[in-house]
C-alpha cells in the first residue's frame, strides 16, 4: 500500500478543500492509497464544519491532523504556521515512513522538498498556479514595499527549485505547462495537467428532486417567470464582481425579468454595496450560501451563468472550479477571454459565449439565449475534460509512476 503524506495550506473546511481535495483523496484510497492528511484550518469554519469532515475522512479511512490557521502578523504568521507544517510532517514521517509527500501549492512544497532532501521521500508538486505572481498580480504584495519584493524574489527562486526538484508537477492548466516547459525548460514528460475536476454524481441534473427547488424558489422568492443569472463561489481578489454587476444591469436592462442570484461566503452587504454604486435595485438581488454538496440544486435554478476573471501572466495557470461544475449541470457560461484554458473548452464544447472583452458594449452585443450553445455536448465536454473520475486516475497514474511497487 502506498502511503502518502498530503499537504495542504488551505482548509479542508474551506470550500475548496470540500471540492478540491477530498473528493480525489477519497477516490485514491478507494485505488488502495493511504493518506495522511495535513490541512490548514480557519477557526470559524472548522468550528462549524469539523464534524462533517472528520465524518468524511472517518468513512473513506483518511487520518486527518489539522492545525489552525494563523493569520497574523502578515508573514510572520506564515512562517510560523511553516514550522509547525514542517514539525508535524516529520513526526509522521517517522511514525508511518511515507513514500510520497503530495504538496498542494507553494507553501507546502517548502516543506515537501525538505523532506525529500532529508528522507528520501518522494515529491510531488501540485502547483495550482504560479502561486508568487498571483500575489503580485492580486495588489497583495505590492513589490514597492521592500518586504514584499524580497519575499516575492524568495519564492521565484523557491519556485524554479520546486520544478526541477520535485519528481513529477500538476499543473491545473495546458497553457500554464506550455509556460513551464518554455520558461524553467521542464520536460513536458515530467508534467501532468489535471483543470479543477467536478464530482459528477454530485453535479448530474437528473439526481435533482424537483420538490426540493421548488422549496429552493419559494424561499427564494423566484417565481415561474423569473430568469436567473446565476454566480456560485468566492468573491474576491480575482473574480470582477464590478463587471459582472454591469453584465447583469444590461442584460436587466432588456429584459426586467431576470434577477441576479449569487452563492457565495462573501459577505451579502459587499455586494449589494457595489451593487448600489451600479444603481442596481436590491430586490433584484439574491445572496446565499450553502454547504457544497447544496450547490448543485442551487445551480439547477440558473438560466445562465457567469464568471469573469481578471487576466494576466498568473492567471494561465488558473482554472475555475466552478467551470466544470455548471457544465456538467447543462447551464450556459458567459465568461471572459485569456485565463487558463477556460475559453478553449468553452468553444470546444460549445458551452457558452466567450467575451473578448468586460465593457458594457460588449455585453450589449450579448444575446439570450445563446445561439451556438448545445446542452448535451456541454454535459459531454464536463465528462470528458472535467470528471471527477479522470483526475483520480491521473494521480494514481502519477503515484504508481512515482512507486511502482507498493511498499
Avoid at 80 to 89: C, E, G, P, S
Avoid at 168 to 176: F, M, P, Q, R, Y
Avoid at 182 to 209: H, M, Q, W, Y
Wanted: one cysteine or more; aromatic letters at 12%.
Amino acid at each position: 500500500m502506498r502511503k502518502i503524506l498530503y499537504i495542504s495550506y488551505d482548509g479542508m473546511t474551506d470550500p475548496l478543500g470540500q471540492s478540491q481535495v477530498l473528493p480525489y483523496l477519497v477516490g485514491l484510497t478507494k485505488k488502495g492509497c493511504q493518506f495522511h492528511l495535513i490541512s490548514f484550518e480557519k477557526q470559524e469554519r472548522f468550528e462549524k464544519f469539523e464534524a462533517t469532515i472528520r465524518q468524511i475522512c472517518s468513512d473513506a479511512g483518511i487520518e486527518w491532523h489539522p492545525l489552525s490557521y494563523t493569520k497574523k502578523p502578515p508573514l510572520l504568521s506564515t512562517i510560523y504556521d511553516v514550522q509547525r507544517m514542517k514539525k508535524l510532517a516529520h513526526s509522521l514521517h517517522k511514525t508511518h515512513q511515507f513514500d510520497i509527500v503530495h504538496c498542494r501549492s507553494y507553501i507546502s512544497a517548502l516543506v515537501g522538498m525538505g523532506m525529500k532532501h532529508r528522507f528520501g521521500t518522494k515529491f510531488l508538486f501540485d502547483m495550482r498556479g504560479f502561486w508568487a505572481d498571483e500575489r503580485v498580480e492580486g495588489d497583495i504584495w505590492k513589490l514597492s514595499n521592500p518586504l514584499f519584493k524580497t519575499v516575492y524574489s524568495y519564492f521565484k527562486k523557491k519556485e524554479g527549485r520546486f520544478f526541477n526538484e520535485s519528481d513529477a508537477i500538476v499543473s491545473l492548466t495546458h497553457k500554464g505547462k506550455e509556460v513551464i516547459e518554455k520558461e524553467f525548460a521542464i520536460s513536458g514528460t515530467k508534467i501532468n495537467v489535471i483543470p479543477c475536476c467536478a464530482d459528477l454524481n454530485l453535479f448530474d441534473r437528473n439526481k435533482i428532486v424537483e420538490s426540493e427547488l421548488a422549496e429552493l424558489r419559494t424561499k427564494h422568492g423566484i417565481d415561474e417567470n423569473t430568469k436567473i443569472l446565476g454566480y456560485v463561489g468566492s468573491i474576491g481578489t480575482w473574480y470582477m464582481l464590478p463587471e459582472m454587476l454591469d453584465f447583469f444591469k444590461t442584460l436587466r436592462s432588456k429584459d426586467a425579468s431576470w434577477r441576479f442570484l449569487i452563492v457565495s461566503g462573501e459577505t451579502p452587504q459587499t455586494i449589494y454595496s457595489k451593487a448600489s454604486e451600479k444603481e442596481i435595485e436590491q430586490e433584484s438581488l439574491i445572496i446565499t450560501s450553502c454547504l457544497h454538496k447544496e450547490v448543485p440544486k442551487y445551480i439547477s435554478l440558473f438560466h445562465l451563468s457567469v464568471f469573469f476573471i481578471r487576466p494576466s501572466f498568473s492567471k494561465q495557470a488558473s482554472s475555475p472550479t466552478k467551470q466544470g461544475e455548471l457544465m456538467a449541470m447543462g447551464i450556459p457560461i458567459v465568461c471572459n477571454a485569456g485565463v487558463g484554458d477556460t475559453d478553449l473548452v468553452i468553444e470546444k464544447y460549445e458551452a457558452g459565449s466567450v467575451l473578448k472583452e468586460t465593457n458594457p458594449s460588449a455585453y450589449e452585443g450579448f444575446s439570450f439565449p445563446i445561439s451556438n450553445f448545445n446542452k448535451e455536448l456541454t454535459i459531454i465536454g464536463a465528462q470528458e475534460f472535467y470528471g471527477l473520475e479522470n483526475g483520480v486516475n491521473t494521480y494514481f497514474s502519477i503515484y504508481t509512476a512515482l512507486i511502482p511497487e507498493e511498499s
